[in-house]
């Protein structure tokens, strides 16, 4: 027997709503019968991951690319098409590479970038 059986003050004070909900279906104070949550969806394929190795590389391939002017070959994580043309600019704010091809900008956010070539 527990101090807090018979007091009252203390069945719903303090307590979350699911915590007083379990406590009560354990007790077989409560008639309701426990209704799971629903959890969350997938919300699609996530991006792989890759370590700082890989990450790296990439860096350096844009930068090379960038500083040479020539054109490179982006592979997009999530995009059948690969992204050719120059590397313009580098965004370390918003993390975003945009990549110019027959004048018309790309911008590509830095982690979806899977693979930098060049143009064969």
């Known amino acids: 027997m527990s101090k807090l ?3 009252e003050r203390w069945k ?4 979350l709503t699911e915590h007083q909900e ?12 426990a ?3 629903p959890g ?9 991951t890759r370590d700082e190795f890989e990450l790296e590389v990439i860096g350096e391939r844009l930068v090379e690319a ?3 002017d020539s054109e490179a070959v982006l592979t997009i994580w999530g995009r059948d098409e690969p992204v ?3 590397i313009v600019e580098m965004d370390s704010r918003t993390k975003l590479v945009h990549v110019m091809k027959y004048g018309e900008t790309v911008k590509v956010p830095f982690m979806d970038i899977m693979k930098v070539g060049s143009p064969e």
Not at 40 to 48: I, L, N
């Open 84 to 86: 050719y043309g120059l």
């Open 22 to 33: 379990l406590y009560e279906l354990r007790n077989g104070e409560s008639d309701m019968t």
């Open 5 to 7: 059986n018979g007091n």
């Open 35 to 37: 209704v799971p949550k």
């Open 40 to 48: 969350k969806g997938k919300s699609g394929p996530k991006r792989p």
């Open 66 to 68: 960038k500083q040479e």
């Open 12 to 15: 719903s004070k303090m307590l």
